[in-house]
């Protein structure tokens, strides 16, 4: 069974740094594209970063230049460094896993997603 495990959540100062963790288990780890999303109160949750199985990466306008998304393929896990924060951070952060049979992608595995929160 698929299990997406996040942590390194928490308050901050803006400013602040803080790295956020996502440990995959039952799926062929460096097989997979691997992302962060967020969702803040009232509004969708959006894509904040995405990484290939070829290290190739992409990210959100508004957090370019700030956030760096990374992954350890030996340790199944992939990483969310997040630098000069802003209260408009604040959100549920969640790793993402897409599925992707035949160039399509049919399902999305979640983790269960760790609180951001970023004070003025």
């Known amino acids: 069974q698929v299990q997406l495990v996040e942590s390194g959540g928490g308050l901050v100062q803006a400013g602040g740094s803080l790295r956020l963790s996502c440990v995959a288990s039952?799926?062929?780890?460096?097989?997979?594209?691997m992302g962060w999303y967020r969702q803040a109160p009232g509004k969708q949750r959006e894509l904040v970063a995405r990484?290939?199985?070829?290290?190739?990466?992409n990210y959100a306008d508004s957090v370019k230049g700030r956030f760096t998304i990374s992954r350890d393929n030996v340790k199944n896990t992939v990483y969310l460094q997040m630098d000069s924060l802003k209260p408009e951070d604040t959100a549920v952060y969640y790793c993402?896993?897409?599925?992707?049979?035949?160039?399509?992608?049919?399902?999305?595995?979640w983790g269960q997603g760790t609180q951001v929160t970023v004070s003025s």
């Open positions: 993402n896993v897409p599925v992707v049979v035949r160039g399509t992608k049919i399902y999305d595995y």
């Open positions: 039952g799926i062929i780890f460096n097989r997979n594209a």
């Open positions: 990484i290939t199985s070829d290290y190739g990466t």
